[in-house]
């Protein structure tokens, strides 16, 4: 009996289930626009994305605004709402501060965070999030985007725009004659 299960043991193929390695998050940031006229504002949006076949859970992320860039206040997003099962958002403007908890993000989701920015100082300002982690993954990102701050944004007024499009029209008419 006893070597009846001895070649039972070693004839039986040992299945073991592959498990495939969990990603880490992912987040991207943009500014909109990107360029913004001193003490000017723009809205800064933040993605966390699960690329994986199965939910994730405590998904965190936090963001420093740089010297030059104020923040305003937070305009929306569904980053620790009940659309991610809940969380948390923490903002401190005075700090330029903010942080990001959500409880749950499940197969292939993805969730936002929007804030309003000013720019204070001239200049080209870069503003690098933390990683952003999760139960169970590896930690991903960090994300980074540009904010730049001129002295003024030139605009066209609707007559300009109207001469513009008038001498565009007559440029290439003469075209289509030669």
């Given amino acids: 009996m006893k070597r009846l299960l001895l070649a039972a043991l070693f004839l039986t193929p040992f299945a073991v289930p592959a498990f495939a390695q969990a990603l880490p998050p992912t987040i991207t940031k943009n500014f909109n626009p990107s360029i ?19 939910p994730i859970t405590n998904v965190q992320f936090s963001d420093t605004m740089p010297a030059g860039v104020a923040l305003i206040t937070q305009l929306g997003g569904t980053c620790s709402t009940l659309a991610v099962g809940g969380g948390i958002f923490s903002i401190n403007p005075g700090a330029g501060t903010f942080s990001s908890t959500s ?3 499940t197969a292939g989701q993805s969730c936002t965070i929007i804030v309003r920015v000013q720019g204070t100082t001239l200049g080209p300002h870069l503003n690098t999030t933390s990683q952003v ?28 725009l109207f001469a513009l499009a008038a001498a565009l029209t007559g440029m290439a008419a003469l075209r289509l004659r030669t």
């Fill in 103 to 105: 409880n749950t993000l």
């Fill in 133 to 160: 982690t999760a139960i169970g993954t590896p930690a991903g990102g960090p994300a980074t985007a540009t904010l730049t701050v001129v002295s003024s944004v030139p605009t066209l007024s609707v007559w300009m």
């Fill in 36 to 54: 913004v006229a001193l003490n000017g504002n723009s809205d800064s949006t933040i993605t966390v994305t699960n690329p994986n076949a199965f």
